[in-house]
């Protein structure tokens, strides 16, 4: 098993629809992220999750609604979206989102390529 | 608020060396790092350098890092094709640990 994995790599939607993207990690880390890809943007924090508690939410409108069961898995539901929510959609995970002395390095899966029509 | 800036491309020669260049905000910030996102993947680590360095060598890789200007930069040496990728300079608040990112630096390998 690769170390985090999304599904699916390309999604489609209409403005009504409602859709979930999933992440998965095999790397027993506690800490799991979502992040924004657009063109020619620094990639944007949606939301953080530590020990399955949500920690960070920088201000995602609410058709964003992440969910996480346990330490490995990560969703985000998506409904009622926008064209310019059309993006990249990058999971990570790192062994601690909130570790004072270690590195922090962040674990990304291959991300999800979503278009809204 | 904290900024973290890049230039969005870069062309060179094969074996030619890249300079890929940075800016940042934040002077409290304990670590910062080069990501490397190759096309249809995720992003990578790639190196990283403590505040408290001025250089940080790694084969053909050179970290660059001037405190006073707030300014990072990444040296890869003999660039090869398989170095085309997007990389993305970060730096970590030391306030809650989130990476504060730039746009990335897309480069571009002529033969």
């Known amino acids: 098993e690769t170390g985090v994995t999304q599904t699916p790599r390309h999604l489609v939607m209409g403005m009504t629809n409602k859709k979930s993207l999933k992440c998965e990690q095999h790397l027993g880390h506690n800490a799991m992220y979502w992040y924004k890809q657009s063109a020619k943007k620094p990639l944007e924090l949606m939301f953080v999750y530590n020990f399955k508690e949500q920690t960070e939410n920088n201000s995602v409108p609410s058709r964003f609604s992440p969910e996480c069961p346990n330490s490995s898995h990560l969703f985000l539901h998506l409904h009622t979206l926008q064209p310019e929510d059309s993006a990249l959609y990058l999971c990570a995970s790192s062994q601690d989102g909130t570790t004072s002395g270690g590195l922090g390095e962040l674990f990304f899966g291959e991300g999800s390529r979503l278009t809204v029509l | 608020g904290e900024d973290v800036e890049q230039s969005l491309f870069l062309s060179v020669r094969e074996g030619d060396s890249s300079v890929i260049n940075c800016t940042y905000t934040d002077s409290s910030s304990t670590y910062l790092y080069w990501y490397k996102q190759e096309p249809g993947a995720g992003l990578q680590l790639l190196t990283y350098?403590?505040?408290n360095m001025d250089m940080k060598q790694d084969q053909r890789l050179t970290v660059l890092l001037n405190k006073k200007d707030k300014h990072l930069s990444l040296r890869i040496a003999d660039t090869q094709t398989g170095d085309s990728a997007i990389y993305f300079c970060?730096?970590?608040?030391?306030?809650?640990?989130?990476?504060?990112w730039g746009a990335g630096t897309k480069l571009i390998i002529k033969p």
């Open positions: 970060a730096e970590r608040e030391d306030s809650n640990y989130q990476l504060i």
């Open positions: 350098i403590f505040s």
